[in-house]
């Protein structure tokens, strides 16, 4: 805004009028007062355009001012607008692509909705033919699973049998094999029972071999290891000579007496023992511990080998054992005698039993598993519909 300003020509006649109402006042006063006025009325009228000439340059800076700042403030104003208008832009972009995002996410789970509804389809066709299947199955197909059974127990019998030789557990599958075909009550199967109830019959003569009490019976000898006495090897006081030395009354026999006495008197100072050639060297009085550990070791291994069936082994470790104990240990000892009488009774007995070699059932379950049951699974099952590909 700009100050209002008086014109000079109203300045001029300001300035005229001033004069005229000073004349009549100066006339009143004398000659010297009168120019003192004179000179300040023109130094006053002087000074009237510069003051003007000053407003008016403050009235243009002030409109300058004010114009440069209205300006600025206008230029703020608009670059806010462009920013918002730049950034209402981008919010109207970004809503168009959500949107078309959720578009395309709609487009998609409707495709997933169809393949789930054609599988749903499929699925419940597929349902249905197996309904008709399982429908379709007569009381023979669950013969035949019963039928499978029994093979799969005759099976498990001959392998109890042969590798671990337990006649008691291959007898009672046995038995659960032949009460799998009873159920069946199919009077074809009459063979096959028959051979079963043979096969039980030839696993009941069987002798049973206690393999658990030879065991315990092979622990308890090796604890009696440290109750054996060691043999006496100076209990032989026999001479060298098969004479008794005694002299005779005959005094043609005086050469041979005179002999018997010079040996009598010798034999107090050097005697002279036999020996058996077979006999064992004596021991020293620190190894019989290792003799008794052993003979331990071998019991060890004979009772190793009675669950493997190894019966040449556990011969050879019993031998050894009573070879050992007869060689280095009192043979009138009772304890060595008692000792000696368990190892013959347990040498004498075999860890092998006569199992029969094969076993008659179980070549006919396995003709009857090949005309029955794996025929029936040989057969084509029902093809699954394949699901339908999911388009993008």
Known sequence: MTEPTTPPEKVEETNTATEHEIQPASNLNNNTSGEQVAKTVKKESAKGPVLGAIAIVIAIALGAGLYYHGHQQALAQQAENNELSDQLTALHTEQAQEKLRIDALINQQNKALSVTDQLQTSQSQQLKELEAKVAAIS?????NWLLAQ???LVKLAGRKLWSDQDVTTAGALLKSADESLAEMNDPSLIDVRRAITEDIASLASVSQIDFDGIILKLNQLSNQVDDLRLADNNTDEAPMDEDNGEVSSSLTEWRQNLVKSWHNFMSEFITV???DSSAEPLLAPNQDVY???N?????LVAAQAVPRHQNEVYQQSLETVSTWVRAYFDMNDPT???FLS????????SINMDVPAELKSQPLLEKLMQTRVRNLMATPSVPAAAPATQGE
């Open 139 to 143: 009381g023979s197909d669950a013969k």
């Open 342 to 349: 368990q190892l013959d009774e347990l040498s004498q007995q």
């Open 291 to 293: 003799l008794r550990e």
């Open 150 to 152: 029994a093979d799969f």
């Open 336 to 338: 060595t005698k008692a």
């Open 273 to 275: 023992r036999r020996r």
């Open 295 to 299: 003979i331990r070791s071998r019991l």
